[in-house]
């Protein structure tokens, strides 16, 4: 079992916007985040922490602007706390160990799929394709991922 936390050295090499999102609670604009588009196999990790969050398995065309899931890989790694913010109440998702501000979650997701939308910021998220999982320590998740 990999041990995760909020990497001192992770976060020095943090972009201007990775940093705002990850630890000032910020916002990508919609439409422009790296991994928006992206439909290769693999998973999506904590940027800070390297935690797994969710599976290209899981991830679908919203059409809210940022990548969005349908379930996280290990739903400890997420936690969910209410968002009071802009005169909206939302449910805020960050990751467990690396205390990363990631997105949020919504009821309004696929039904058949469970009914929930992750709405996860890029500049969270590192993807790691399917062929670098074993390689990079995350082998145990390949059951998760679907070759595409």
Same mark, same amino acid.
């Given at each position: ?40 196999? =693999?998973?999506?990790?904590? &940027?800070? @922490?390297?935690?797994?969050? /969710? ?5 679908? !065309? ?52 469970? =009914?929930?939308?992750?709405? &996860?910021? @890029?500049?969270?998220?590192? /993807? ?5 999982? !074993? ?14």
């Amino acid at each position: 079992m990999s041990q995760y936390f909020k990497d001192p050295d992770a976060i020095a090499k943090l972009s201007d916007e990775e940093f705002h999102v990850t630890q000032n609670a910020g916002t990508e604009r919609p439409g422009t985040g790296k991994l928006l588009q992206n439909k290769e196999p =693999g998973i999506y990790v904590d &940027i800070v @922490s390297g935690e797994p969050l /969710f599976a290209s398995s899981d991830k679908y !065309e919203s059409g809210c602007g940022w990548p969005s899931f349908t379930k996280p890989i290990e739903p400890e790694h997420l936690q969910e706390l209410r968002d009071t913010t802009h005169g909206m109440i939302r449910t805020e998702v960050r990751s467990t160990h690396g205390d990363s501000h990631l997105g949020h979650v919504f009821p309004d997701g696929p039904q058949d799929r469970g =009914g929930l939308r992750y709405c &996860i910021n @890029s500049a969270s998220l590192r /993807f790691i394709h399917l062929n670098d999982m !074993e390689v990079e320590g995350y082998g145990a998740y390949l059951n998760q991922v679907e070759d595409r």
